[in-house]
Structure formats: C-alpha cells, structure tokens
C-alpha cells in the first residue's frame, strides 16, 4: 500500500491537470499578434474596410454640406477619417455541416454623422499665427474636444447612419456604437476616451449580438486585425468574450514603430533605409511598415473621394481641380475654353458616337 | 477559373485567376503557423479549386479573392519577381494578359491572327485602332495594346444581358402564335397563284380553264360583295 501511494498520487494529479486544461480549452483562447512588417494581406483587408467608410462618408457629405467649402474644415475632415483606427473581424463557424463566414467592419469613433457635424457645424481649428504678437481671432475659441453625445444618442444616430453605408450585405456587416446593455464586454474610460469608441469593440458587441439573436452560433473561430495597437481593457474583455461563447480569438495588431522588430538589422542589411521617420525599401522606396502603408493608402481613399479637388469644391470662384502649391502663374482658361468652368467634378465617361465620331 | 464562369466572363474570370496565384503564392513563402494572422486563407484556395461550379464559390471567397488584386492593382510594388525570375507584370497587365490567353482558348471564326512564328498575320490579325474589331495577335501585342483590349473586353462583358429563359408553356405560346401567323399567310399564297395564273394566260401558257380553277380557290377565301 505504501508503494501505491506515490503512484496514486500521481495518478491523480494528473487527471486533476487534464480536466482543468481540457476545461480552459473548451473555454476558448484569445491570441494577439502584433504586426510590424508589412506582411500578408493585413494591410489590403483593413484598406478594403476603410474604403467603405470613406465612401459612407462621401454619400453624407454629399448629402448634407455638398456646399461647404472653407479648405481648414476639410482640413479636419481629412484627418478624422485618416486617423481613425478601423478593425475587421472574420467569424468562421459551421451551419448545417457548411463553413461560413460573417465579417464584422468598423471604424472608431463616434457615428458618422456626429464627426461630420462636429467639424462642418462647430467651431474651426485655430489658424496659424502670422507672428507671436499678432491677436488671436474668434477661431482661437475652438475646442479640440468635439461635443460628445450620451452613448445612447450616439448609437441611435450610428444606426440611422445605416443609409449612407451602401456596401455592406448578408456576409459584410458594419458593427455600429452599441449602447451599454446586456453584455459581457465591459468598455472603461481610460484617460477621458471610452473604449466602448474602439473599433474592435464595436465588432466584438456586434457579434455578441448577433450570437444572442442566434444569427450565427457559437463555437467558432474568430480571425482578425485591427489598424493601432488593442488595448489592454480591451484584451481582458476579449477574454471573458472568448470564456463566454467558447470562441478562439486571433487577432493581428499593427505597431507602428519597427524598434525591435529587427530595424537596426534591416538598415545595415540595406535593404531597407529611413526616410524623414518612414522606414522604406531601399530599392523601391516603399514604406516596409504596415500601419504606414495603411497610412498612407487611406491618405489616398480620402484624397480621391473627400478632398476639395475630388467633389469640384471652388474656392473664391477658383476650382481646387487648377489649385496649385507649385511657385508659378496659375494657368488661367482661354476664352475659347469658355467662362463656365469653375467647378469642373469628375465626368463619366461617355462613349464616342461612332457615326460622328464625338 | 474559366471553366467557373465561363468564356462569357473571362475577364471577371481573369481577376480571379490572378488571385488565386498571388494566394497560392503566399501560402508556399510564408510559414504556415503565421498564415492566419497575416490573412492568409488556405481554406479559401482549396474551396475555390474544389468547386464544381460557380454556385459553389462562397461570395465571402469571391470578395477574398477580390481584394487580393485590388490591393495590388493600387499599390504596385515596383521592382517585383514573377516565379520565374523574370521582371513581374504591373498586376493590371498581368490580369489583361490572362484574360488574352483565355481569348486565345476560346478560339476563332476565322483564321487564327498570329503566324506559327507568333507574329500577327496580315490581313486577320487586328491593329487594335479604334473601330477595327479584328482579334489582336496576343502573343505578338503591346502589354497595353492588351489592356486597352481587356478595358473595352471587360465593358462588352459587363453590358452583356442574358436571354430570358422560357418555360415549356411559353414556348408552346410562342409555337401556337407562329402557326397563327403562317395560317393568315396562307390565303395570300392563293392570291398570288391566281393572279400569276392570270398572267400565264395571257402570255398562253396556261389555258383559261386552268386559270379558273386557280381562281376559284382564291374567290372562296373572300367573302363575295353583296349584290
């Protein structure tokens, strides 16, 4: 019997550890990985995602201040949807014995509508001073801190904005403000911003929603990335997320800075050098980091569909489209080009007729 | 792809082909323990060439595949290898010379355009000017002589309407009515062998009597005059 023991003991103990690891695995697991290099398809799916807001976005302005045109308000306009970080979460999971996938796009931030009116109805942003004595005018007045709405009015109009959002279907959904309700996912205010703004917030609740409305069932897999780093709140909210609803979590994060990710190796490898604070291929001068990659392919979404030049704005009766940074006389038209040409917007193409040939 | 969607699509099919070798690429170069957190689906692939028909390709696959190309169609990165070793084609051009091979698949009318040494054969083979529908000799053309062909390819593709398909009942509608018309038809046939009985009369080759009775069989598909 004393030579039993030992063993039992052992015996034991090891049923006592499996159960508990086959416990933590039923359970679910959340993983995130942070992301430096441009690798993969990270940076195509979370370009294809912002694309859907900025077109959002258009579709409202259009809608709304298609006659504004004071550049330091597109200014802001441009930075509000640049800057904004965006998240997209595939959830894998299996109905009637087939493999299905809904994904879950968002954007942070407050609804459309709200970062719209906070910058083309409230206050401008303080000008540059011409020199340090010189008065500060009524634009000094401006808060950086856009009015904010109770959570609930702000998912209320984050639903409305529903409309302006016309790429989305049965599989691609958009995963709005939800108000706090009955959830696992607990949002904190850290440093006076709500976490319950952050876009993989935003899409976890959705998909928390759509599991409690059996949409979709539980049990499956949870893939995505998201464009700035996930915070810690929102890690540990993951991970009753993950407990709750046995689902496994896998997440890639963009860091935006290479230290320590194997710069200083790349740099005196040469096959890559800096530009200004941009690390960049050597021989192609493209940034090698994701987030700037990201960065910049956003700069292009909004320079193509937000930007003064691109909706045929005119500022003071002169088009954006013959605006020019570049020291020399701007190109004035010619009479035979006619006088009614000051706002000239993107034309489709039409078709030369054949017959004529115009 | 081709064989999915037909040769009535092949430039869609074009894109989609493209995608799947930028996919497939990926999955040999990177490890496979990072695919999935670089976005990097094997189980997309493997779908994709088990499905037996386009149905079975999931829209979440096509938008995959979609945005593969689409990313690279934006940000072409310059200075590229093909598997090969040789330069790498612009991903445009790459998708416009895919869509030229399945042209060439497909077959012609008419004379093939290109010679057997793969240059264009005169008097087939088009200049790609505008209003010459010729086929261009792919294998002898310009990467943007072919992607001029494919932008306008794609459009013709694009507007394309199918024919609506009728069911059994309409097409026996449509077989009645046509029996309708040629039934009208018919006693125009009378009249006109009447009239050109009249004429052989008069140029005698017909006797009167054989006039009459070709006349007689016109006179009973009138209603007489009331006297």
């Known amino acids: 019997m004393t030579r039993m023991r030992p063993r039992l003991l052992v015996v034991l103990a090891t049923v006592v550890v ?22 993969g398809n990270v940076t195509a799916f979370l370009e294809a995602t912002s694309q859907h807001f900025v077109d959002a976005m ?7 201040y298609r006659d504004e045109y004071r550049a330091i308000r597109w200014e802001a306009l441009e930075e509000a949807m640049r800057d ?5 979460l595939e959830y894998h999971f299996t109905l009637n014995g087939f493999p299905n996938v809904r994904v879950y796009h968002a954007m942070g931030g407050r609804s ?3 970062v719209a009116r906070s910058i083309f109805e409230g206050p401008t942003r303080p000008g540059t001073p011409d020199s340090p004595l010189s008065p500060s005018g009524s634009e000094s007045e401006f808060e950086l801190v856009p009015n904010t709405l109770p959570v609930a009015e702000e998912a209320a109009l984050d639903l409305a904005d529903d409309r302006f959002y016309t790429g989305f279907g049965e599989i691609s959904v958009r995963a709005p403000v939800r108000a706090r309700g009955a959830s696992v996912l607990d949002a904190f205010v850290v440093a006076d911003k709500d976490r319950l703004f952050d876009p993989e917030f935003k899409a976890l609740r959705s998909l928390e929603k759509d599991l409690q409305d059996q949409v979709v069932p539980g049990g499956g897999r949870l893939r995505g990335s998201v464009s700035e780093l996930v915070c810690t709140s929102c890690e540990n909210a993951m991970r009753r997320f993950s407990d709750t609803y046995a689902i496994d979590i896998r997440l890639s994060h963009l860091y935006p800075s290479a230290r320590g990710a194997g710069l200083d190796e790349l740099v005196s490898s040469g096959k890559a050098r800096l530009r200004r604070n941009l690390l960049v291929d050597a021989v192609t001068d ?30 003071k009766r002169m088009p954006w489209s013959r605006r020019s940074f570049r020291l020399g006389p701007i190109r004035l038209p010619r009479v035979s080009e006619g006088a009614s040409q000051d706002s000239p917007p993107a034309q489709p193409r039409i078709p030369k007729d054949p017959a004529t040939g115009c | 792809m081709v064989d999915l969607t037909g040769f009535r699509h092949s430039t869609r099919a074009a894109t989609y082909a493209v995608a799947m070798q930028i996919l497939r690429q990926q999955l040999i170069e990177t490890d496979a323990a990072r695919q999935a957190s670089l976005g990097i689906d094997k189980d997309v692939f493997h779908r994709v060439m088990k499905a037996a028909y386009l149905d079975q390709v999931a829209t979440y696959d096509m938008h995959y595949l979609t945005t593969l ?3 690279r169609l934006i940000h072409w990165q310059v200075g590229g290898r093909a598997t090969a070793g040789s330069r790498a084609l612009p991903t445009a051009f790459r998708v416009a010379r895919v ?26 083979a088009g200049t790609g000017a505008e209003g010459d529908e010729r086929p261009l000799c792919f294998v002898a053309a310009t990467d943007r002589a072919i992607h001029r062909w494919y932008v306008d390819e794609s459009d013709r593709q694009a507007r394309w309407v199918p024919e609506r398909e009728h069911d059994g009942m309409q097409r026996l509608a449509g077989f009645v009515s046509a029996m309708l018309v040629l039934l009208d038809l018919a006693p125009f046939i009378e009249m006109f ?29 009138f209603c007489p005059f009331p006297e």
């Open chain 1, 18 to 39: 499996l159960s508990a690891t086959s416990r933590a695995r039923a359970t679910g697991t959340v993983e995130l990985e942070r992301m430096t290099l441009d690798e």
């Open chain 1, 84 to 88: 904004a970080p965006v998240a997209r």
């Open chain 2, 193 to 221: 062998e009447a009239v050109v009985a009249d004429d052989l009369v008069t140029a005698r080759v017909f006797t009167p009597a054989e006039a009459d009775m070709a006349a007689e069989r016109a006179d009973g598909l």
């Open chain 1, 286 to 315: 493209r940034p090698l980091l994701a987030s700037d990659l990201l960065h910049g392919a956003r700069e292009g979404q909004i320079r193509r569909l937000l930007s003064p030049r691109a909706m045929g704005r005119s500022f």
């Open chain 2, 69 to 71: 190309v689409q990313h």
């Open chain 2, 99 to 124: 869509a030229a091979a399945y042209r060439d698949a497909q077959g012609y009318f008419s004379e093939y355009p290109c010679t057997p040494g793969a240059m264009p054969r005169a008097g087939s």
């Open chain 1, 58 to 64: 258009r579709a409202l302005i259009d809608e709304r």
């Open chain 1, 112 to 114: 459309l509508s709200s």
